[in-house]
């Protein structure tokens, strides 16, 4: 996920249905009937934030309710999938408006992206691209100022005192004798008019921000309150599963739907653009109704019929043509030809699938002037679209409520929607006669595709008489998941897909001779972002081969860093503090290696330091040490949690995962076959912020892309063999 620019509006609205223009004075009448609230309002600057689209005025983006009973809403426009953000958004607002935490509370946003667009990401709402505090920073900053400035207000009126005489301080207005909660002054303060220029705190005064403050969601999360899509119930609701095609690109010639329809509980069977869909009473009837519908014929003339096998062949041999140019700095070709030594390597890369804990599903009904979606959703402004689209409405007619979600990944925040437009499409086919809950099961999640691509990559560089780098050639092979999606006019550059090479092309490192090419073939497996996105990959390739020019260069691996990151002094004092904090030496002793990776992404920099044991033939991870540059770190705690989440679900990568096809057909159906991290092997994490005074950067994803290298360093460092392809096969290695 990355930020879209205003000049990429005109193309990409043109994929995405206009979206309902609530105005300013029916949102406001609407929040009105919250008796006696306050409701803040604030817009940004579009040609700064990105908050409309071109020749639309700007809208209001409403995010504060202060209510008689003094508790205060932060409606958060950001799917909360475990990553913590409600908390952090809710933090912001308390900051501003010097709120006790515990008065505050929050709660979704409605979908409407004229109001709650995700100012990143242009005209959408949606979450991902680790923005979500991020483009929200300013934002909620001034709706909690502007909230302060009223309730101030309100009480030098009331009082009849000056506004410069009244304090607050944990949610109470004083002047002199007189005081006064939020929830005392909220009908007055809601009375005054919204001030269109706030004074913002200085950093320094912060008492919230920077603090360790408690989780919003895990009191009703640990007593079972918290609802998911799987928890929601609707009168009359029926559960739909879809028998899918073994092989990608297959469609349904016919079937029998005899069996199926014999399955108690089954109440109808039809047919869907991928499959054919079960309908029934309950999960287990529709399931069963599944396994029963053994008579489909598929039309496998556009399947895709190759295995993991043959599309990594094909790469390779792709690898060795003219591919796009990504980068291209000095004359690579010349630096290697003058280098004192040389080295060529190459790396594969899996399909990965998301597994998140909470696999897809989502509740649909129809409305008097629409439907209704429960789920966890994502891409609201997306899905607002597609539905109306297959349901013949406006998207103004789809309303979405938001849940919390467990997990994604990436996987929810998918462009064509899929699991939400099966379920517009079983509603449709039903004619609407009953709720939908469509559901996917575990096997359906791990054999049903939008993977992280495949990618190959295969590096030739060589080093100059001092060490330095003489020159770097890369090329790159992997599918595109941008390529006919609406996101496709911002990161599809004359056929490049910046997504595929960014960490490689952009790389921090003063490498003077740098070529980096690009090649995207056509595979019929259906794809799309991972944890961190092309990061997953890039950052692997980077530093495992950094380490490598290196070795050869006889160099300290924090030291050679360092040599190339002069003009990168944020990059240098990550690298510095990591060496400080894992009392750095590349020597770890008898039976022991240590490894080290650096990597920016989604504009945070983070250090890894990774310590692996040798015992009985067998490699453990022991500790990882991290630092994070993430500017201003609102809540501590979830930022390391998030670190600590990002390192597991690398190092998971790293281990075991990996999804294989043999003539087109998905060898593994769950976590028997597709293998997360255990507990067990899970190390002992340190994680460190740098102190920065610097507005937030993303945080969900960038602990994904250093681990994977870092413990590939630390391997080679303990055992002196390089372990390059991912997921590393430990038992493989000799010690």
Request: hydrophobic share 45%; with cysteine.
């Amino acid at each position: 996920m990355h930020i879209i620019k205003p000049e990429h509006y005109a193309r990409m609205l043109a994929q995405i249905a206009p979206v309902s223009k609530a105005s300013r004075r029916s949102f406001l009448k609407g929040a009105a009937a919250i008796s006696g609230a306050l409701v803040i309002g604030v817009h940004l600057d579009p040609t700064k934030a990105f908050a409309a689209a071109p020749n639309d005025p700007p809208m209001p983006n409403a995010f504060v309710r202060i209510a008689p009973d003094n508790t205060v809403t932060v409606l958060s426009k950001h799917l909360d999938m475990g990553q913590g953000v409600s908390t952090g958004l809710t933090t912001i607002v308390a900051e501003e408006l010097d709120a006790d935490w515990s008065q505050m509370r929050s709660a979704t946003a409605p979908a409407d992206a004229k109001l709650y667009n995700n100012l990143a990401f242009g005209p959408v709402q949606g979450t991902g691209g680790s923005t979500s505090i991020a483009n929200s920073w300013e934002q909620l900053r001034k709706a909690g100022a502007a909230a302060r400035a009223m309730l101030i207000g309100a009480a030098a009126e009331k009082w009849k005192v000056p506004a410069s005489s009244i304090t607050i301080e944990k949610g109470v207005l004083k002047s002199g004798n007189r005081t006064a909660t939020f929830g005392e002054l909220a009908a007055d303060a809601a009375k005054q008019p919204i001030p269109t220029d706030v004074k913002l705190k200085d950093p320094k005064d912060f008492k919230l921000i920077g603090t360790r403050l408690p989780r919003l969601d895990s009191a009703d999360k640990t007593d079972g309150k918290a609802i998911y899509a799987l928890d929601i119930k609707r009168p009359g609701m029926l559960t739909a599963v879809i028998k899918r095609p073994d092989r990608f690109g297959s469609t349904v010639k016919s079937f029998d739907a005899a069996a199926a329809k014999a399955v108690p509980g089954v109440v109808d069977v039809v047919a869907v653009p991928n499959g054919v869909a079960v309908v029934a009473k309950n999960t287990w009837s529709a399931i069963q109704g599944r396994e029963a519908l053994t008579k489909v014929e598929w039309d496998e003339s556009k399947a895709e019929k190759r295995g993991t096998g043959e599309l990594i062949a094909e790469y390779k041999q792709l690898a060795s043509t003219k591919g796009l140019p990504a980068a291209n700095r000095g004359d690579a070709a010349k630096g290697i030809a003058g280098a004192v030594k040389t080295i060529e390597t190459e790396f594969n890369f899996p399909y990965l699938a998301h597994a998140p804990m909470e696999p897809c599903n989502c509740v649909i009904e129809k409305t008097a002037d629409g439907v209704t979606i429960y789920a966890g959703s994502q891409f609201q402004t997306i899905e607002q679209a597609t539905v109306a689209a297959i349901m013949g409405l406006k998207p103004e007619q789809v309303t979405i409520e938001t849940l919390w979600a467990g997990g994604s990944f990436g996987r929810r925040a998918n462009p064509a929607a899929d699991y939400i437009a099966e379920a517009a499409t079983v509603l449709k086919a039903t004619d609407g006669r009953a709720p939908i809950h469509l559901v996917w099961t575990r096997e359906d999640d791990i054999k049903g595709g939008y993977y992280r691509p495949i990618f190959y990559h295969k590096v030739r560089a060589g080093i100059a008489a001092d060490g330095s780098i003489a020159g770097w050639q890369q090329s790159i092979v992997g599918q595109s998941f941008m390529v006919g999606t609406p996101f496709e006019a911002f990161a599809v550059k004359e056929g490049v897909d910046g997504t595929s090479v960014e960490g490689a092309s952009d790389t921090n490192y003063a490498i003077a001779n740098l070529a980096v090419e690009l090649h995207s073939p056509k595979v019929n497996v259906p794809t799309l972002w991972w944890r961190s996105v092309g990061h997953t990959h890039t950052a692997h390739v980077v530093e495992v081969t950094v380490d490598e020019l290196a070795n050869a260069a006889g160099k300290d691996p924090v030291e050679y860093r360092l040599a190339m990151l002069k003009d990168q002094p944020r990059h240098a004092n990550v690298l510095k503090l990591l060496a400080e904090k894992a009392n750095w030496g590349p020597k770890a002793g008898a039976g022991k290696g240590r490894g080290v990776a650096l990597h920016e992404s989604f504009n945070t920099v983070v250090g890894s330091v990774v310590d692996v044991s040798v015992a009985d033939g067998k490699i453990k991870v022991e500790k990882v040490v991290c630092v994070v540059d993430c500017g201003i770190a609102v809540n501590p705690d979830v930022i390391a949690a998030q670190i600590e989440g990002g390192i597991g679900f690398g190092l998971g990568a790293a281990l075991h995962d990996e999804i294989t096809m043999d003539k087109g057909v998905v060898e593994q159906s769950n976590f028997d076959g597709y293998i997360p991290l255990r507990i067990s092997e899970m190390p002992k994490v340190e994680v460190h912020i740098v102190p920065s005074a610097n507005a937030p950067t993303g945080v969900g994803e960038p602990g994904v892309p250093v681990i994977a290298p870092a413990l590939s360093n630390a391997i080679f460092n303990a055992t002196g063999k390089r372990l390059r392809s991912l997921p590393f096969k430990l038992e493989d290695v000799k010690v």
